[in-house]
């Protein structure tokens, strides 16, 4: 072999070996470039932090002020700081308008153990802690009375801040949060956006004989209904009807003249030539259309007052139709006006208690039971609870005193007593010419007050019972 062919020969060797160097590179470089794709899709199928979405939008932050936990369960819970939830939304969109503080909504106070919610002409949330009711009152449509919504956890405080479960802040926000734990990913959905989902489904959508049927938005009751995956519409001849939330089927098809979704009993009142009945959100009659009006008595009681020729009653909605009236519609009212009595607590004037209800005939007053009897032996007072109070400072009306389950009650002669959930009324004498709550550095107290020889004496009314005993 002469040297040329040496060289050749070393030449081909040489790139053999750089071929070789070279597929082992690529090869290398494959199983890098696979592994880092693998740990790409691995972080990201499991990432290391939280990424939140309010409305499709990516925001930052969310996870620094949230409380995560696992419960006895092996449950993954979360908990949301109540106030600083409403400063998280306003600052993320200016649509969200809300604003936050301490204490009752209607009473100025600065009791940290509860805070309101008020998002501006819209809706007011108020939260107490050791509770698992969340109050609310619809702005929009100017009630007086508070909706009753029921977390599935207590509101608790740490460090002086009021938190609440993930249930809790959905009811109190009218929002949907769901929390995918293998991506660390939390959706936060606002009524608003589900509201404008649906106009915009229904603005393409032909539904047989009815044609497009209309969603109607900023209709705030109205619109909770979505939450139950039900939907009111209405169609090209102006009725209304029930629609499920995927649009494949009718509940109720429109052909009532109006339908009004009750968010404490997740019912709607449905309207029709004049009257008025209540169907379940499958559609069940549960009252039927006989009534002139029909208006939720709150605190999960299925109980409603129905209005007759101008009358009103009680109808028990877990009974049927056939044997649901437990006070018939014979009456001059049913409840009283809450807004005697807001620093006393009272938010609902139908049942008081959990278990009294004021029914009026002409100028007298008697108090119901839940199961409909008349517990006060027949129409005898005057007024229930007391609000022509004397004028002071730190002096309120009062109705209940819940510790001591006794309302207050004003017979014919014009004096005051007291009146317990069994209808006795022999707690004290009809002597007393005021009972009120009195409020001293931040304490509440109630007292009652009578005339002795033309002298006015005050006495603790806790303190009376005690002794009493």
């Known amino acids: 072999m002469n040297i040329d062919d040496d060289e050749l020969e070393e030449k081909k060797l040489k790139t053999k070996k750089l071929k070789t160097l070279i597929i082992i590179s690529i090869i290398i470089l494959s199983v890098i470039a696979l592994i880092l794709a693998a740990l790409i899709v691995y972080k990201k199928e499991n990432p290391s932090y939280i990424t939140t979405y309010i409305d499709g939008e990516r925001v930052q932050n969310f996870d620094k002020i949230i409380d995560i936990q696992t419960d006895e369960n092996g449950e993954i819970q979360f908990y949301i700081p109540i106030r600083a939830f409403a400063r998280f939304l306003k600052n993320t969109n200016a649509k969200f308008d809300y604003q936050d503080f301490d204490g009752e909504y209607d009473i100025k106070t600065e009791d940290s153990s509860k805070c309101n919610i008020v998002r501006n002409n819209y ?49 109190g926000y009218n929002v949907v949060i769901s929390y995918n734990e293998k991506k660390k990913i939390i959706n936060i959905y606002s009524l608003d956006f589900l509201v404008q989902n649906q106009i915009q489904r229904f603005a393409t959508e032909k539904f047989g004989n009815y044609g497009t049927l209309k969603y109607e938005e900023n209709i705030l009751n109205n619109n909770k209904s979505i939450f139950e995956d039900v939907l009111i519409v209405k169609a090209s001849n102006n009725k209304y009807g029930l629609l499920k939330g995927n649009h494949e089927e009718f509940i109720l098809e429109p052909k009532y003249d109006k339908i009004t979704f009750v968010p404490d009993s997740k019912c709607f009142l449905v309207e029709s030539d004049g009257k008025i009945g209540l169907f379940e959100k499958d559609g069940t009659r549960k009252i039927g259309l006989i009534y002139e009006d029909i208006i939720s008595m709150g605190k999960n009681s299925n109980l409603y007052v129905v209005k007759s020729n101008n009358q009103f009653g009680v109808v028990d909605g877990n009974k049927s139709e056939n044997d649901n009236i437990i006070i018939y519609p014979q009456y001059d009212q049913i409840g009283i006006d809450v807004n005697n009595y807001l620093y006393n607590g009272v938010k609902n004037g139908y049942i008081i208690l959990d278990d009294l209800i004021p029914v009026r005939l002409g100028n007298v007053w008697a108090i119901y039971n839940k199961q409909g009897k008349n517990i006060s032996n027949g129409f005898k007072y005057v007024s229930i609870g007391c609000n022509n109070i004397k ?15 006794l309302i207050i009650v004003k017979d014919q002669s014009n004096k005051y007593g007291f009146m317990d959930i069994t209808g006795n009324d022999a707690i004290a004498p009809f002597v007393l010419d005021q009972i009120y709550i009195k409020t001293s550095n931040g304490v509440d107290s109630y007292w009652m007050s009578y005339t002795v020889n033309g002298e006015e004496k005050e006495l603790n009314v806790l303190d009376y019972l005690k002794q009493k005993k």
């Open 391 to 405: 004028s002071g400072n730190n002096i309120y009306s009062l109705l209940q005193i819940p510790d001591a389950k």
């Open 123 to 171: 809706e007011i949330a108020v939260y107490t802690k050791g509770s698992k009711i969340i109050y609310k009152k619809n702005i929009q449509n100017g009630s007086k009375e508070y909706e009753e919504c029921i977390a599935d956890r207590d509101i608790f405080s740490n460090n002086g801040v009021l938190y609440a479960s993930k249930d809790g802040i959905e009811k």
